[in-house]
């Protein structure tokens, strides 16, 4: 069996059994909170004592990220903005040998198979490249992106702000998804705003309620030119796109207006998304 993820000192093994019941989890979420302040603390204490030491040990944890970078963007514009919903994405924490980590098919595979997992199943790159490709988009930079919800295949949702620079390389991010799902939120450096935070389910009620949803699938039956349906929106409305973030499989929500594809070929999820992208940014004039 698995063993999912715990926070440090005296109440890991509660947080242990608790990881697995879904929205169970974030209900206590202003307790959680306090804990993952005193944890990050404690950690910048050892991460001072520890620093060049134990390298391979410390792999995959977080003790040097107080906090990531923020970008500049056109905020606070009062136009209709996109949202992104990435659906089922791979982000399981899980103890792998002495350190926690986020697991991924590449560095668990033998781990997985022990625990008769597929490995194909976990794919974090995916949810990756997914973000890059949302966040290094013109629309963001223009400001028009209003929020990006990420939803794991273990349930549990959490809100990543636009203005996040997410980190250039995997092993950052990943490091960044394991102290963000063991401590619940992220603050920018040197600030106390929350950059990615954990939040209750289910993602519906911080969707602007006069949004258009649109759900994506290579297996829709209506294929549409993305230019052309992006183009025939009201120009009141946020849009929500809704993306799957996993390897196999198709999204499933009740809560979509349409779902289309857009090509005839199964495209990742970062060309997909910068399809969209591209799309919005042609109908809204960012250049
Ligand atoms: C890596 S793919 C997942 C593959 C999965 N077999 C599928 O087709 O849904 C990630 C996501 O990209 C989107 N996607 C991929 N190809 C698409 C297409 N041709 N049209 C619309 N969305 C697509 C879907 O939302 C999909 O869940």
Redo the contacts with the bound molecule.
């Keep these: 069996m698995l063993r999912p993820c715990g926070i440090k000192g005296q109440k890991r093994k509660k947080r242990e059994e608790r990881y697995d019941k879904e929205e169970d989890e974030v209900e206590a979420e202003e307790q959680s909170i306090e804990r993952a302040k005193r944890a990050m603390v404690e950690e910048k204490e050892m991460a001072m004592e520890t620093s060049g030491k134990e390298e391979e040990e410390l792999e995959g944890q977080t003790h040097e990220m107080a906090g990531i970078p923020i970008v500049p963007s056109d905020l606070k514009t009062k136009k209709p903005g996109l949202i992104f919903v990435l659906e089922r994405a791979s982000l399981e924490v899980a103890k792998v040998g002495k350190s926690y980590q986020i697991l991924n098919s590449d560095d668990h595979a033998n781990f997985l198979r022990k625990n008769n997992k597929n490995p194909a199943d976990y794919r974090p790159d995916?949810v990756y490249q997914a973000l890059l490709s949302i966040l290094d988009s013109p629309v963001n930079k223009a400001g028009r992106l209003r929020a990006v919800y990420v939803k794991t295949d273990k349930g549990v949702l959490f809100e990543v702000k636009p203005h996040v620079r997410i980190p250039r390389t995997y092993k950052r991010f990943a490091g960044i998804m394991l102290q963000l799902l063991q401590q619940l939120s992220i603050t920018a450096v040197g600030k106390r705003e929350k950059l990615l935070r954990v939040i209750k389910n289910p993602v519906t009620q911080y969707l602007p309620v006069n949004s258009r949803k649109i759900g994506?699938?290579?297996?829709?039956e209506k294929l549409v030119k993305m230019n052309k349906y992006v183009a025939a929106v009201s120009d009141d409305v946020d849009i929500v796109f809704v993306?799957?973030?996993?390897?196999?499989?198709?999204?499933d929500c009740d809560y979509i207006d349409d779902f289309?594809?857009?090509?005839?070929?199964?495209?990742?999820?970062a060309w997909?998304i910068s399809r969209i992208c591209e799309a919005v940014a042609d109908k809204w004039d960012v250049l």
């Design positions: 995916i994506f699938s290579y297996s829709s993306v799957g973030a996993m390897a196999l499989g198709k999204i289309i594809a857009i090509s005839g070929y199964p495209l990742s999820a997909c």
